[in-house]
């Protein structure tokens, strides 16, 4: 039996990671060390949950809808497709999805990046809602991007995040997809139980059927 190749499509979290102007950053202090009176190391950690790859839960964009720890688990764990759109401009369009579109699995995750950012970049791709609501008629119950948001950092409006409420449909921001060729893949990437949670955090890795 052949091993499997895995593909971890997380990036890492640190001080440095670029965040929405306004968010939490990373930081981590130390509560404990190790010392003759002391047998262990202790740290604690503060982010905002959109920090790195992450999982958005219904109630980052709607209110009395479910947190981070009420998201049923299998939209983030299954049968996925790498589709390539790279510098697809400001909205990842229906017509940059169509080379992919035969037999898509309920997963699809969308390369926009030859190299994800390593700092702040307001002019990243998102999702136009005419494609969130076209990958959904197709079977699709999870989207996700190598980039911050599936909506252009200036909306206010928020139109892909309400298509992704309309149609229960889930979401995975911030992936690094630099180093994964187009096709399918197991996707595995699940949120932490976060109770009251808007996001989570996820460790997301992509691996070889």
Known sequence: MSQKTLWDISPIVAPDAPIFPGDEPYSLRWTARLSPDCPVNLSA???????????????????????????????????????????????????????????????VLVRCNRRADTVWNPDFSAYAPET????????VRLIGLDTPSVDPATSKTLDSHQQLLRLNLRVLENLVLDEVPEGDYELIALPLKLAGACASPVRAVLRSL
């Open 45 to 107: 950690i503060t982010l905002s949950p959109h920090v790195g790859a992450h999982a958005d839960a219904p109630l980052h964009y709607a209110d009395g809808v479910a947190s981070a720890a009420e998201v049923d688990l299998d939209a983030y764990l299954g049968p996925c497709r790498v589709i390539h759109a790279i510098n697809c401009g400001p909205l990842i369009r229906i017509d940059h999805l169509r080379h992919a579109e035969k037999n898509l699995p309920p997963r």
């Open 132 to 139: 969130v609501a076209w990958l959904a008629e197709r079977g």
